[in-house]
């Protein structure tokens, strides 16, 4: 199994509660909390970009924003909404700055996704994908994540482009496991689950990774 770097690990808030508080809700619903990473923490792999025809533009991105290409932002996996992080193109030397405002890519080995303007700034549009050295200079601010009804999922891509997450979908289903699509203001879903408990996920997930497959655990229904 490859390592997981350092923002997989999350603080269960619960467990620092009273004892009469941890018993008042199902194990499953308590909320865990981000750790953000320190301001130079790094991160190498493949950066890719969205916002061509792949029908993002306008689409809204994980954090409640519209996706503008135009904008200096991008789409990672573990690192907290609003994260300020240099990318460095490994190959020519050059660095933007974006802010994280989505949640991605869902391609195994990819390790952010730029908008337009970003990987243009960095000579990423032609060639589409590129190595990478991501360096974090403002941390989002840590959030809680809670599930309600204390369900899991594993989301697993999102599209623009439903005939797109179809297949994905269908590409997941062939590994056994139950997947279901979510719409989303536009946008579909893939996500595998559900989960009675956040571990359960997360285990699930790392058998999916050592598969091939990228995905967050989330919150659902």
Known sequence: MRPRIALRLVLILAALAPACASRSAPSGSRPIQEIPPSPGWTEQGIASWYGGRDGFEGKPTASGEIYDSSLLTAAHRELPLGSVVDVTNLDNG???????????PFVFGRVIDLS???????????????????????????????STTGRWAIQVGSFADHLRAERHAERVRGTGRAVFLEPYRGLSRVKVGPFDGRRDAERELASLEDEGFEGIVVPTD
């Open 116 to 146: 337009r303007a970003a990987a243009r700034e960095i000579g990423l549009i032609g060639p589409g994908v590129g190595s990478v050295r991501l360096t974090v200079v403002t941390p989002g601010a840590p959030m809680e994540i809670v």
């Open 94 to 104: 050059k660095t933007v700055r974006v802010r994280i405002n989505d949640r991605g």
